[in-house]
């Protein structure tokens, strides 16, 4: 008989972890060959057992092939990059211009991961206070995907730099379905070993160590329980 409360073994572990620590956001890697039906529906179906608030499972996925689709979204993503680059100055702006941040037509799939926000009534178990919690619950469905995408050798990259009312017509979203994620799908040349944006220069990986102990806003000490368990390496 199988014991529910047994921990992973090893090797489950392992697995696990490999796919969170070796999850990557690929936007220069992608290979076009196509993702098999079966392989597309096992990642789905990991989105769809994420956890939501009230159990509202608020997503719906557009798988978009079309390259028309493709080239209007495309299209949206180069006006918005243009006006993200005003942001910056000098060097900071030419090392923003030269970042890749989008693999929209190199993908053989764009997937759109939309949050229903009336889904299950004007009241949902849970969202009383955050009308947000939706819009959270799809962001963790997203998380499932990515990871369960890189177990299967699946890159995967977020397109945020985009305008959501123009996604939503590009799309022809109902009013209350928002576009929470437009994410680009495919196998890879190779999963890079840190994030692109810390190799290129543009920022790091903060250490551990300094978020869990609240020492950036000198969280007092009382609140400090995590000093006692955790030591970095
Ligand atoms: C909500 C959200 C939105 C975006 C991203 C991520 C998330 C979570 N990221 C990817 C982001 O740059 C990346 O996750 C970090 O740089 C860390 O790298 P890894 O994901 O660990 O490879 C991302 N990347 C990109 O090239 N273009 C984009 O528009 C976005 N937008």
Known sequence: MNNHNDPFTE???EGLYR??????DVRSQFLSDGIPNDVLARI???AHHAPSVGFMQPWDFI???SPVVREQVLASFNEENNRASENYTGERRK?????????????????????????G???VLGRNSVMEMDLFSTCLAVQNLWLAARAEGIGVGWVSILDQTQLSEILQ??????????????????????PELQTKGWRSRLPLAELVHGNRWGLPLEHQALNRYFKED
């Not at 796919?19 to 990557?24: K, L, M, V, Y």
């Open 11 to 13: 090797a489950q572990r």
């Open 95 to 119: 090392a923003y211009r030269n970042l890749k941040l989008q693999g929209i037509l190199e993908s053989p799939i764009n997937l759109c991961i939309t949050c229903d926000r009336s889904r």
């Open 44 to 46: 789905l179906k990991a």
């Open 19 to 24: 796919a969170i620590f070796e999850r990557r």
């Open 173 to 194: 979203l109902p009013d209350d379905v928002y576009p929470l994620a437009y994410l680009c799908l495919g196998y890879v040349s190779e999963f890079l070993e840190h």
């Open 121 to 123: 009534g004007p009241h």
């Open 63 to 65: 798988v978009i092939d």
